[in-house]
């Protein structure tokens, strides 16, 4: 099997397109003066974050232990792997950096104490520790933020993956035209790995880059209406067809679950096989919870399987006749009840104002001041004139 070329073409630390890099050699270097001890480096996948930490070791000549978040979890699986080796000396007594990776998959019943526990091994650390996520700003990572510096890994701009990709080419033997790698490398939103695969891919065996060639990787987003996707699945009972089916569609997992939600009812009249269907659908969405815990995306297979293909053969035969499939009301439900809290909301922080309490005990209050508006109360014209509440925000309150 042919070595990826995301492995066999690891940048070392002056080639990773990231000005952050500079941040994290000064930390590691020196680190004994840092009055934090920990960095956290965040950005999108495919930025470099983990390659930077591993090319910034092999410069230093510092050994590298490398944990994935998900991997130790809760407080003693961090105690037991990152808390024991922050303390012990390296082999043959070589510098050593602890590298924590993806620390925003953390979350849920069986991750707990995770993050508290990672926080604790960064204040009596004796080696340089680093972070890595792609959204650090999560409300349970508050605790490992304040103890790190934070640095930001950008997407990478298309004319520097271009060049990077032209590298690879030059080394691979791989004839191009510059306009089809310039594509390729805008096409991947900044993310190099991504690049890097799709040349692989293209090119590995050809080893030639074309238009057409690009264009034939572009069916692949070729998009189809998610009402021909419904109908791959609800009104077809061949698992290879419906598997495809939402593919080429341009929505994404949610979307695609709140659809089959809406108009599965419509299509599968006979309980047992609408039973079967939910049954389906309910396995693909706990597979997705732990993709959103834990980032365990080999999960995604099993969820798309699910959603399309065993949602598609639950049923015993095909339902004849026509349906009309529609878009879930789901959405615009929690859009009105959004704007109802926001008008609530507003209410409260203006009548707050007035009585020099907060918007959030206002709130609470809200009920005894609508039955004064309710009732047509001579007070409630008062209120409305003191709070300067607009016509919309008084019939409001009367409702």
């Not at 070392?12 to 004994?32: H, N, Y």
């Not at 695969?197 to 692949?220: I, S, V």
């Not at 929505?251 to 609408?274: R, S």
Request: charged share 30%; net charge positive.
């Amino acid at each position: 099997m042919a070595t990826p070329w995301i492995r066999k073409y690891l940048p070392t630390a002056k080639d990773v397109p990231q000005d952050g890099i500079a941040q994290v050699r000064e930390f590691l270097t020196s680190f004994k003066k840092q009055k934090k001890k920990a960095v956290f480096l965040y950005g999108p996948s495919g930025t470099g974050k983990t390659t930077a930490v591993h090319a910034l070791a092999n410069e230093l000549g510092l050994e590298i232990l490398e944990v994935n978040a998900s991997d130790v979890r809760n407080a003693d699986g961090v105690q037991s792997k990152v808390g024991i080796a922050s303390q012990q000396m390296s082999l043959f007594s070589r510098g050593k950096v602890i590298l924590v990776d993806e620390v925003d998959a953390l979350s849920g019943r069986d991750d707990r104490g995770g993050p508290g526990a990672i926080a604790a091994v960064i204040a009596d650390t004796r080696f340089p520790i680093v972070l890595t996520a792609n959204d650090p700003w999560d409300q349970k990572l508050s605790g490992l933020r304040s103890k790190c510096q934070l640095i930001e890994f950008g997407p990478v701009d298309h004319l520097r993956i271009t060049s990077i990709l032209k590298e690879i080419c030059v080394k691979e033997g791989i004839d191009y035209d510059e306009l089809s790698l310039k594509t390729l490398a805008r096409r991947v939103g900044g993310d190099i790995r991504a690049a890097i695969n799709d040349l692989q891919t293209l090119a590995g065996e050809t080893k030639k880059l074309t238009k057409d060639q690009l264009e034939q990787l572009g069916e692949r987003d070729k998009e189809e209406s998610m009402l021909q996707a419904l109908t791959k699945v609800l009104k077809n009972s061949d698992p290879a067809v419906a598997v495809a089916a939402f593919d080429n569609v341009n929505e994404d997992l949610d979307g695609a679950f709140l659809w089959v939600d809406e108009n599965l009812p419509k299509e599968y009249t006979n309980p047992k096989d609408l039973a079967r269907a939910y049954d389906a659908l309910a396995k693909a969405d706990v597979y997705r919870g732990r993709i959103r815990r834990r980032q365990h995306w080999h999960f995604l297979v099993y969820v798309n399987t699910l959603l399309s293909a065993g949602v598609a053969v639950a049923k015993d035969q095909k339902y004849a006749g026509f349906n009309k499939f529609g878009p879930t009301m789901r959405l615009l439900k929690i859009w009105q009840a959004n704007m109802k809290y926001n008008k609530r909301k507003a209410i409260a922080e203006k009548l707050a104002q007035q009585t020099h309490s907060s918007a959030k005990r206002t709130i609470k209050e809200l009920p005894f001041i609508q039955v004064l508006f309710k009732a047509k109360h001579p007070s409630a014209a008062k209120i409305a004139d003191q709070a300067d509440l607009d016509q919309e925000e008084v019939e409001w309150l009367a409702k």
